[in-house]
Antibody
Framework: HVQLQESGPGLVKPSETLSLTCSVS??????????WSWIRQPPGKGLEWIGQ???????NYNPSLKSRVTISADTSKNQFSLNLNSVTAADTAVYYC????????????WGQGTLVTVSS | DIQMTQSPSTLSASVGDSVSITCRAS??????LAWYQQKPGKVPKLLIY???YLDSGVPSRFSAAGSGTEFTLTITSLQPDDFATYYC??????????FGQGTKVEI
């Protein structure tokens, strides 16, 4: 049973880098059974897919964020992370990490979400 | 990139009603579509995967159908617990796996 837990600063200054980590339990991040994903939701708005790391190591990013985002895995800690640089207030959101079953058509686990506010 | 158009954006209904929400893809995505329910302040909950498969523990009053570019989520006999926002998400090809804009089901 896969479980996810986000961690990272709740407040980031404009122009700096937002860095979040998702700790994974119940499966290895190197498993071919899952893809690793980040999603965000600005206050009062809908869900926005940020991108993901396929088990093959290939990334797929939202084109609107692609120039600023990196998703990577730390296999020694069984974690995957999100880095979003040059943040502005528009990046204020609840950030969710997600494990998607490969070929599962949407099945998988969610982290509980963490609010990140961009403000000076 | 594949765009997902969800409609309506808001749906007013009463307990006991049957309602349907539509999600249209700009390109064919076969059956690579999921539906989620989200309540305020909560993590989205998977209802349907692969366009029509009910996730474990989801009540049978939820059903979904479709393939290719048009998909529908139907809730029969709305219950008070069903008033929430619903999202579709595609998993087609290597395109960004975008969400629909959401449908708020309200009284």
């Amino acid at each position: 049973h896969v479980q996810l837990q986000e961690s990272g600063p709740g407040l980031v200054k404009p122009s700096e880098t937002l860095s979040l980590t998702c700790s994974v339990s119940g499966v290895s991040v190197t498993s071919g059974s899952y893809h690793w994903s980040w999603i965000r939701q600005p206050p009062g708005k809908g869900l926005e897919w940020i991108g993901q790391l396929f088990y093959s190591g290939i990334n797929n990013y939202n084109p609107s964020l692609k120039s600023r985002v990196t998703i990577s895995a730390d296999t020694s800690k069984n974690q995957f992370s999100l880095n979003l640089n040059s943040v502005t207030a528009a990046d204020t959101a609840v950030y969710y990490c997600r494990a998607l079953e490969a070929g599962g058509g949407g099945r998988g686990a969610w982290g509980q979400g963490t609010l990140v506010t961009v403000s000076s | 990139d594949i765009q997902m158009t969800q409609s309506p954006s808001t749906l007013s209904a009463s307990v006991g009603d049957s309602v349907s929400i539509t999600c249209r893809a700009s390109q064919t995505i076969a059956d690579w579509l999921a539906w989620y329910q989200q309540k305020p302040g909560k993590v989205p909950k998977l209802l349907i995967y692969k366009a029509s498969y009910l996730d474990s523990g989801v009540p049978s009053r939820f059903s979904a159908a479709g393939s290719g570019t048009e998909f529908t989520l139907t809730i029969t006999s709305l219950q008070p617990d069903d008033f929430a926002t619903y999202y579709c998400q595609h998993f087609g090809s290597d395109s960004p796996w975008t969400f629909g804009q959401g449908t708020k089901v309200e009284i």
